[in-house]
């Protein structure tokens, strides 16, 4: 099974449950990225799906060049 249809079959079973609300398919989309990313051979991909809230209300990586203007 492709890494698309395996998503799309997460997706449908989990819709078909009745009672789904975003964060239900979040599990989902973690594991695209999860399987596409080792697919690929990348390392040190992460997904965290619900990360802490912060001040601003976004987490921001250290690595990240954000700018106010």
């Given at each position: 099974m492709s890494i698309?249809?395996?998503y799309l079959k997460r997706l449908?079973?989990?819709a078909s449950r009745g009672d789904?609300?975003?964060e239900s398919f979040?599990?989902?989309l973690?594991?695209?990225i999860d399987r596409w990313?080792?697919?690929k051979g990348l390392k040190g991909v992460h997904?965290?799906?619900l990360p802490k809230k912060t001040e601003a209300g976004v987490y921001i990586t250290p690595q990240?060049?954000?700018s106010h203007t």
């Amino acid at each position: 099974m492709s890494i698309l249809k395996g998503y799309l079959k997460r997706l449908h079973e989990i819709a078909s449950r009745g009672d789904a609300r975003e964060e239900s398919f979040y599990s989902a989309l973690k594991w695209l990225i999860d399987r596409w990313s080792k697919d690929k051979g990348l390392k040190g991909v992460h997904v965290t799906t619900l990360p802490k809230k912060t001040e601003a209300g976004v987490y921001i990586t250290p690595q990240s060049q954000w700018s106010h203007t």
